[in-house]
């Protein structure tokens, strides 16, 4: 059997980490390969792990040929649908798949609308006019692509995210260094701290990247804390301490000096309270 791996469709969704390939492996070599590998003509679809790890065992595996695909965009937009609905995928990359399927579905949308602008003089282009851009264009050769995402409800909606989520992964997109987006990738820093540091410059974002996972928490801890009204001394927004909850800011140390601060407050309390009593009782009715 001839299967072809292309590289950039095996990297097209992010690779799992070494603890999930090995878990993987040690699966298939108690289990067998029991899920078909997806193949459009001789290209491999998914299954590329299981192809790897089966190829290097000598594991027997089963094919499965999908009749779904017309184009790579068909090929594309499946993988994502796949790994969106997969709970191991995490939210980072869900808010990624989503985005990469709006390009896809809006980029085919206008294609497809563009040759039926070509095709206006034909006979039938009347007819194929009043149909949405995003359903199938036969003569054009054009598959079939999805409804649009048009607007950042529907894109949470596809990857289970809520709108601020989606948001702040746009944010990184646009504005995040390699550096940061790699830490987020790996579960270094939240998204809220990696679209907080996506706000400095380029620079910034690589030094403190280079610095470690415990700078980008502080760096964008000082982004936040920049953007914050002045407050009185001592208080903190809700906000800020959801925030560096996530982050993972708060760390036992900072809690127990935290509760011996209380302690010594409460002390000095109780203090002050038996002297108000004490003049009282000194001044009589």
Same mark, same amino acid.
């Given at each position: 059997?001839?299967?072809?791996?292309?590289?950039?469709?095996?990297?097209?969704?992010?690779?799992?980490?070494?603890d999930?390939?090995?878990?993987?492996?040690?699966s298939? *070599?108690?289990? %067998?390969?029991?899920?078909?590998?997806?193949?459009?003509?001789?290209?491999?679809?998914?299954?590329?792990?299981?192809?790897?790890?089966?190829?290097?065992? %000598?594991?027997?595996?089963?094919?499965?040929?999908?009749?779904?695909?017309?184009?790579?965009?068909?090929?594309?937009?499946?993988?994502?649908?796949?790994?969106?609905?997969?709970?191991?995928?995490?939210?980072?990359?869900? %808010?990624?798949?989503?985005?990469?399927?709006?390009?896809?579905?809006?980029?085919?949308?206008?294609?497809?609308?563009?040759?039926?602008?070509?095709?206006?003089?034909?006979?039938?282009?009347?007819?194929?006019?009043?149909?949405?851009p995003?359903?199938?264009?036969?003569?054009? %050769?054009?598959?079939?692509?999805?409804?649009?995402?048009?607007?950042?409800?529907?894109?949470?909606?596809?990857?289970?995210?809520?709108?601020?989520?989606?948001?702040?992964?746009?944010?990184?997109?646009?504005q995040?260094?390699?550096?940061?987006?790699?830490?987020?990738?790996?579960?270094?820093?939240?998204?809220?701290?990696?679209?907080?540091?996506?706000?400095?410059?380029?620079?910034?974002?690589?030094?403190?990247?280079?610095?470690?996972?415990?700078? *980008?928490?502080?760096?964008?801890?000082?982004?936040?804390?920049?953007?914050?009204?002045?407050?009185?001394?001592?208080?903190?927004?809700?906000?800020?301490?959801?925030?560096?909850?996530?982050?993972?800011?708060?760390?036992?140390?900072?809690?127990?000096?935290?509760?011996?601060?209380?302690?010594?407050?409460?002390?000095?309390?109780?203090?002050?309270?038996?002297?108000?009593?004490?003049?009282?009782e000194?001044?009589?009715?």
């Amino acid at each position: 059997m001839n299967i072809t791996v292309n590289e950039d469709l095996k990297a097209y969704i992010d690779p799992l980490t070494s603890d999930e390939y090995e878990a993987l492996e040690r699966s298939l *070599l108690t289990e %067998g390969c029991r899920d078909a590998l997806v193949l459009w003509n001789d290209l491999l679809v998914d299954g590329h792990n299981r192809y790897a790890i089966c190829q290097t065992h %000598g594991l027997p595996f089963q094919t499965v040929q999908s009749t779904l695909f017309k184009t790579i965009d068909d090929v594309h937009l499946w993988m994502i649908d796949q790994h969106l609905g997969r709970r191991s995928v995490s939210d980072f990359q869900r %808010g990624v798949l989503a985005l990469r399927k709006r390009q896809i579905v809006a980029e085919r949308g206008a294609r497809i609308q563009a040759s039926r602008t070509q095709e206006a003089g034909a006979p039938d282009a009347s007819d194929r006019a009043e149909a949405p851009p995003w359903e199938e264009s036969t003569s054009s %050769g054009l598959a079939v692509a999805a409804q649009p995402l048009t607007s950042r409800d529907d894109l949470a909606k596809a990857a289970r995210l809520s709108h601020s989520q989606m948001l702040l992964i746009e944010k990184i997109q646009k504005q995040a260094a390699p550096e940061v987006v790699a830490a987020v990738k790996s579960g270094d820093i939240s998204i809220n701290a990696a679209a907080a540091v996506s706000s400095l410059s380029t620079e910034d974002q690589v030094a403190a990247a280079a610095a470690g996972k415990d700078e *980008l928490k502080q760096a964008a801890k000082r982004v936040r804390d920049a953007k914050r009204k002045p407050r009185e001394t001592g208080t903190e927004s809700s906000e800020q301490a959801t925030a560096d909850a996530q982050d993972g800011e708060s760390t036992g140390d900072d809690i127990k000096a935290l509760r011996k601060r209380v302690a010594v407050l409460e002390a000095e309390n109780a203090t002050l309270r038996k002297q108000v009593l004490n003049l009282l009782e000194k001044r009589g009715p």
